[in-house]
């Protein structure tokens, strides 16, 4: 195990694998998870790799399967998930695999064409039935009571058939000798969609100028579409028309608009008899049905059962032959040759790995591991658990660090709860947010089981620790600012007394009275812990608040700051940079602690020197002549003089404060040139050092005329101090005037950047407040008005009040502002902490591991 | 002055018993470094503020502004009575 101080140490090895051994190993390697294999073949195109063939086929497996699985879960099958993990198969498995899937979906189209043909031939059956029990009902009409309409119509018709016979004649274009009989209505019956209706009446009321007859029949029970599957509803409809030409016409229409004709004999007896025929044929067709829908059951259980296992499979031999894609072919084609990343910790596991992959596929050739050296930047990869890794990734998300850079991470699980802890500081809102955290890492197994794929919920459960952190010490810092949800708790007994006032002075009070600090009012010594409650009750709460918050947030900013800067020092001594140390790390310390940490120190001198008092001589010491900090340090940069009353003799803390901060001022300036030009100016000088010494080299050289063979080696001694005084930082082959601009920029960054940055921690005052005072609203004009209604009235209006309270408390007090304060809170981390030393120029370290390929994909299948 | 010895012995007993007697007993571990850390770190916040949060209300060069209500129901509930 590495530490997460810094990023494991690399290495780039080869390995030279048994083309028999090849898969075996490389299944073990993909168990593990340890090892990142480069591309080596990066120009060929990826269909002309060599296991293009098999991955096809597992492409093909994977598309058989997913099948299977839409199969299962249209038919609600539950798929067992015994969250085993099988090994991958060997090569000739894959073979099994195969047969198996193709039988398998074979078998399930086939079923599944056969039910939609049965299906299909139900539906007709069923149109048919309704068709002949509606039509039923017209005809009865027609040879029922309604008989005199009936010889109404046909005599309608023969008048007009007679007339167009007639007509006929009359034109002198006799078609056909027209039998009268033909005349006589016929008509076609049929089943329509429902909502077709309207449009296909009047479509034949147009077409045919209104000689057809449109009867038409709701079917109740909505009907299966056997092609898609959906219930739809339909009507049956009758159409009598006369002639030929009519004919043709209507059975257009109804084929434009899809409707099915069915046949229905006329006479009342034929009706009867092809009634009771579908009725038997749907009899059996529903056994039949039945019988389909049984065997497509049996076959997607049993498929169920192994589905998950098989995609696990499937997917870890596509992986295995993707990575295997990527390895270099021999030139005598008995072995793969791969290059990879891996921790030199584990180099040992990755052996016996090997091992057993060429064990389990009988070679008698061990895989051979071999240790490279190379210019290039390993890749990042920090060791962490479950608890480390959601404060990682808060960091992986700015930026990946570079090799080996000092990884801020293990700092970040306190300060990074604490500086939020700070904008947050309630007791109540902390704790309600630690028990939420609480809940989450007790439950954490089952709840991490379910799986849900929300979105805010993961977010939540990822960040579980951290919010269990940052409600614990909320809670921390609620008890320092004596804050329960805006309000205070009197543990100790406040050090401050009323008993002084007398009871007529107090009634004759109008405004307020200021308790006097000189007095007995204060005992002289403050609240053991935390602020006194007597403040939340005062008039000039957010005075006193506002003054202890701001220096408060300044002194913890700045000592966040200088705990940045003393990183880069461990960076700079991992790198062995000593040349940032001189010209970098010292000034930058300098700067910082004389400007800066001096004003923290005043911020204690004030605090510890003045006090309340109403003796004249003390004066000096007394809450007049207390000079503000900040005044004394904006005069301190000016280099002016600070002006103070008469009576308080000086405007200084101590006996030659003057003098001492003339003095920090001018070294803290000096620093910025040393910052500006040290580095460049050292870099030059060793560059022109060493040109000298490779030219004198080469002439050694050139003298003795030793030959090319010793050349190269040569330049490689000559690179590698180079390369350590460089110190990592990539400015071997900068120009020199490039040099100089990112060293200006680096400094103004710095020095600007310290103003800014001490600036910028007043947040933690500022959210503090805002927290504090909407909390305190909140309960003002919120859960007072249920506290102070009277009678048993109170108990109801307090009930639903406290609700409503309740309610804002947790969305605007607990998740609005927890985001704020967290979002705060990460860009003081990774703005004012991590420009101190952070550099974050690496890549991630992507081991070829079975379980994240597995995990992506099971993602990637939910979405 | 306003300091008095004992909280100040008290929280900074505590909490530098959290951040440098803990850490030294920490069990050996893979995680022992990160845990090290952690706990010297909580230490460190806690006791600071704790200590800015003491040390400025030491010395309180203003007093708390109360009106007649509030002094009332001061004297009442936290036992401090007004003279007659």
Not at chain 1, 49 to 74: G, H, Q, S, T
Not at chain 1, 717 to 740: K, L, R
Request: hydrophobic share 45%.
């Amino acid at each position: 195990m590495g530490s997460l101080f810094r990023s494991a140490e690399m290495t780039l090895c080869q390995l030279f694998l048994q083309s028999e051994a090849a898969y075996a190993c490389v299944s073990e390697l993909g168990e593990l998870g340890l090892v990142q294999f480069r591309d080596l073949n990066p120009d060929v195109n990826v269909f002309q790799r060599k296991f293009v063939n098999e991955v096809r086929r597992c492409d093909e497996m994977e598309r058989k399967l997913r099948y299977l699985e839409k199969e299962i879960k249209k038919d609600g099958i539950p798929m067992l998930d015994t969250g085993e993990n099988p090994e991958a198969p060997q090569p000739r498995e894959m073979i099994d695999l195969e047969a198996t899937f193709e039988k398998l979906e074979n078998e399930l189209r086939e079923v599944n064409q056969n039910a939609e043909a049965l299906k299909r031939n139900f539906l007709e059956l069923t149109e048919l039935k309704q068709i002949l029990r509606k039509t039923q009902v017209f005809f009865d009409e027609h040879e029922g009571g309604t008989n005199p309409t009936e010889s109404m119509t046909r005599a309608l018709i023969n008048e007009d058939s007679i007339a167009r016979q007639s007509g006929s004649v009359q034109l002198g274009f006799p078609e056909k000798n027209y039998d009268p009989e033909e005349y006589y209505p016929c008509f076609v019956a049929g089943v329509i969609l429902r909502e077709r209706i309207p449009a296909f009446e009047r479509m034949l009321w147009r077409a045919c100028r209104g000689n057809v007859f449109l009867r038409q029949a709701e079917i109740e029970t909505p009907l299966e579409d056997p092609s898609t599957g959906d219930q739809v509803y339909k009507s049956v409809f009758i159409i009598f028309f006369q002639g030929d030409q009519l004919k043709t016409r209507v059975k257009k229409i109804c084929e434009g608009f899809r409707a099915t004709l069915y046949p229905c004999p006329e006479a009342p007896a034929d009706r009867r008899e092809m009634a009771m025929g579908v009725m038997t044929r749907i009899e059996d067709l529903n056994t039949v049905l039945g019988q389909t829908q049984d065997h497509r059951h049996r076959v997607l259980v049993a498929a169920a059962k192994n589905i998950k296992n098989w995609f696990v499979k499937v997917r870890k031999i596509k992986a295995i032959y993707h990575t295997l894609n990527l390895f270099n072919l021999d030139v005598t084609q008995k072995c793969l040759i791969a290059e990879c990343w891996v921790p030199v910790l584990d180099l040992e596991n990755i052996q016996l790995a090997l091992r057993r992959g060429t064990e389990r596929s009988g070679s008698s050739v061990p895989p051979i591991l071999n240790r490279m050296d190379t210019p290039e930047d390993p890749p990042t990869y920090n060791h962490t658990n479950k608890f480390t890794s959601a404060f990682q990734a808060l960091y992986d998300s700015y930026g990946i660090a570079s090799y080996r850079e000092m990884n801020p991470t293990p700092y970040t699980i306190i300060t990074f709860p604490f500086l939020f802890a700070i904008m947050f500081g309630d007791f109540g809102h902390g704790a309600l947010m630690a028990v939420f955290g609480a809940w989450m890492v007790l439950k954490e197994k089952p709840l991490a089981a379910k799986k849900s794929d929300n979105e805010i919920w993961n977010i939540f459960f990822g960040g579980r620790y951290i919010i269990l952190l940052m409600g614990l010490f909320s809670m921390y810092t609620g008890l320092i600012y004596n804050d329960v949800f805006s309000k205070s708790v009197n543990i100790f007994g406040s050090s401050w007394k009323v008993s002084n006032l007398t009871l007529k002075y107090v009634e004759s009070i109008t405004t307020d009275h200021m308790l006097d600090p000189a007095t007995d009012d204060y005992v002289q010594y403050s609240y053991p812990f935390g602020l006194d409650p007597v403040w939340q009750l005062s008039k000039n709460k957010i005075i006193f608040l506002n003054s202890f918050k701001m220096k408060l947030s300044i002194i913890i900013g700045i000592i966040h700051m200088l705990f940045g800067v003393a990183i880069s020092y461990f960076k700079n001594v991992n790198f062995n940079n000593h040349l940032n140390i001189i010209c970098e790390f010292i000034p930058q310390v300098i700067f910082l602690t004389f400007l800066f940490f001096y004003m923290v120190l005043l911020m204690f001198i004030k605090w510890f020197m003045y006090y309340p008092t109403n003796e004249p001589t003390e004066i000096v010491y007394g809450t007049r002549c207390a000079p503000s900090i900040l005044i004394t340090f904006i005069n301190m940069v000016l280099n002016k003089r600070t002006p103070y009353e008469p009576i308080c003799e000086t405007s200084n803390m101590y006996a030659g404060q003057e003098g001492i901060q003339k003095f920090l001022f001018f070294a803290a300036f000096l620093c910025v040139p040393w910052m500006l030009l040290a580095k460049p100016i050292m870099i030059n000088r060793a560059r022109k050092a060493a040109a000298l010494h490779n030219t004198n080299h080469n002439q050694l050289h050139s003298a003795t005329e030793n030959g090319d063979a010793e050349q190269p080696m040569h330049n490689n001694t000559s690179q590698t101090p180079v390369v350590t005084q460089g110190g990592g930082g990539g400015h071997d082959e900068e120009p020199m005037s490039e040099i100089y601009i990112h060293q200006g920029i680096h400094t103004i960054e710095y020095v600007l950047g310290s103003i800014s940055h001490t600036a910028s921690y007043l947040r933690l005052w500022a959210l503090s407040l805002a927290h504090a005072q909407l909390s305190e609203v909140l309960w003002q004009m919120v859960l007072n008005k249920g506290l102070t209604v009277e009678g048993w009235a109170g108990g109801v209006a307090l009930y639903i009040i406290f609700a409503i309270w309740g309610s804002l408390t947790i969305s605007i007090l607990v998740l609005m502002e927890g985001l704020s304060a967290f979002l705060h809170t990460l860009r003081l981390h990774w703005v004012e902490f991590c420009s101190k030393f952070y550099s974050g120029a690496g890549y991630a370290f992507q081991p070829f591991s079975f379980e994240i390929i597995l995990e992506s994909a099971s993602q990637a299948k939910e979405e | 002055m306003g300091a008095a010895a004992l909280p100040f012995i008290i929280f900074t007993v505590l909490w530098g018993g959290v951040g440098i007697v803990l850490p030294i007993i920490v069990p050996k571990g893979p995680n022992r470094g990160i845990i090290q850390v952690i706990l010297m770190l909580t230490g460190v916040c806690c006791w600071l503020f704790w200590l800015c949060c003491y040390v400025a209300q030491m010395n309180p060069l203003i007093g708390p502004k109360l009106d007649k209500h509030t002094i009332m129901v001061m004297a009442k509930a936290w036992g401090n009575e007004l003279k007659e």
